[in-house]
Each structure stands twice: as C-alpha cells, then as structure tokens.
C-alpha cells in the first residue's frame, strides 16, 4: 500500500508508491509548495491568478533596494495567504553578476519541523 503525503514533481513512476513517486514526510512537502508558490506566475494558475510570485519576471531587474523590498513584500505576502503556517525567519537575495541569475536563500520554520532552509536560483 502506498504511504505518502503528496505527489512528488516533477512526476516520476515508482513502483514503491504506486503510480507516482511520494512525498514521504512533511518536510518534503513544504518546500515542494513553497518553490511552486515563488515560481508560479501571477495569471499563470487557472481559477487562482493572484497565486505565485513570478519570481522569474525579477530576473533582469537590477537588484535595487527597491526591488529587493518589492520581492521580499511580495514572497511574504504570498506566504501569508497560501501558506499561513509557514512562519518566514529571513529572506537573501543574491544576484549573479551578469544578471543572469538570481538566488533566493529563504530560511523558514513549519508545524512539526525545525528551521528548514530553502534555496532557490531564477535563470
């Protein structure tokens, strides 16, 4: 019987889980929402368009203060609406210096794990 708590992405088949590989603790489960939540563009999700940060769109912006406060702003308040138990403890951004990435460093705690650290790269 397969035991898991959801579908893992991208899909791959398991023989384990069933049709579809699992993921098995909250944990993976958390961070795999929260890179959806950061990738997805606003528009993009179908019956929800104000879902996602879009944070690919960032991705040419010179990392001014005042994008950085408008990304953070925005992951914040995105993590408040769709993720409420998730508590955010910091937030780095990091851009290449050819712009041509963008690395996010997010530091957060969830019911029933400790600080759990999530780091993400925009090209």
């Known amino acids: 019987m397969p035991s898991g708590i959801s579908v893992k992405l991208p899909l791959?088949?398991?023989p384990r889980d069933g049709t579809f590989t699992l993921n098995q603790n909250l944990k993976q489960s958390v961070a795999q929402n929260l890179k959806t939540l950061l990738y997805?563009?606003?528009?993009e999700r179908?019956?929800?368009?104000?879902?996602?940060v879009g944070l690919r769109r960032y991705l040419f912006e010179p990392l001014t203060e005042v994008v950085k406060d408008k990304l953070q702003n925005r992951i914040l308040k995105?993590?408040?609406?769709y993720m409420p138990f998730v508590r955010v403890i910091a937030i780095e951004m990091i851009a290449a210096a050819d712009s041509s990435m963008l690395g996010i460093k997010l530091q957060y705690s969830a019911p029933g794990s400790r600080r759990q650290i999530l780091k993400l790269i925009a090209r």
């Open 40 to 43: 997805t563009a606003p528009g």
């Open 46 to 52: 179908i019956m929800d368009l104000n879902f996602g």
């Open 12 to 14: 791959t088949v398991s």
């Open 78 to 81: 995105q993590i408040t609406t």
